[in-house]
Every structure is written in structure tokens, then in C-alpha cells.
């Protein structure tokens, strides 16, 4: 289980989860963990974005921070899946 779930608050959650599905990242009623699926040959999408995040999650301290670190997590795995379908 990655860093995120494991310091990730409820309140925390449901401001990722509510913004990531304003963005259309998410689908309504998906839980936070669908922004972060990808198929075997995306792999490298989720690797690059827990290179880039997982130390700055530890390093938060309260649910926005936990929020915005979510947010900006799965914003980096949409953005390298796509990359990768282009």
C-alpha cells in the first residue's frame, strides 16, 4: 500500500476525491483509489508520480495538505497515462 492510503484521513479523502471528480479525473461515486489504477503497461505513470510525491506526502501534517498531495498525485498519473496512450 503506498504512503498516501496510509496517512490518508477521511476528511482528507473526501476533498480529493470531491475535486478530482469536479475534474473529471474521477467518476462519481468512484473511490480514491480508481485515480490511481493503471493497466501493466502504465505502470511507469504510477512509478513516476509515487518518485515525485511519496516523500511530500510523508512530510504532511494535516488533511489539506494530505488533500492537495492526493489531488496533485493523481493529476501526475492522469497526465503520464495519457502521455503513454499518445
Keep these: 500500500m503506498s504512503i498516501l492510503f496510509e496517512k490518508l484521513t ?3 479523502r473526501d476533498i480529493a476525491e470531491a475535486k478530482l471528480r469536479e475534474e ?8 480514491l483509489e480508481y485515480a490511481f489504477e493503471v493497466l501493466p503497461s502504465e505502470r511507469t505513470a504510477l512509478e513516476i508520480a509515487r518518485d515525485s510525491f511519496d516523500s511530500k506526502i510523508a512530510a504532511c501534517k494535516d488533511d489539506v495538505c ?9 493529476r501526475r498519473v492522469h497526465k503520464e497515462v495519457m502521455a503513454l496512450q499518445s
Design 10 to 12: 477521511p476528511a482528507a
Design 24 to 31: 473529471g479525473i474521477l467518476a462519481p461515486d468512484a473511490p
Design 66 to 74: 494530505l488533500a492537495d498531495m492526493a489531488i496533485a498525485k493523481a
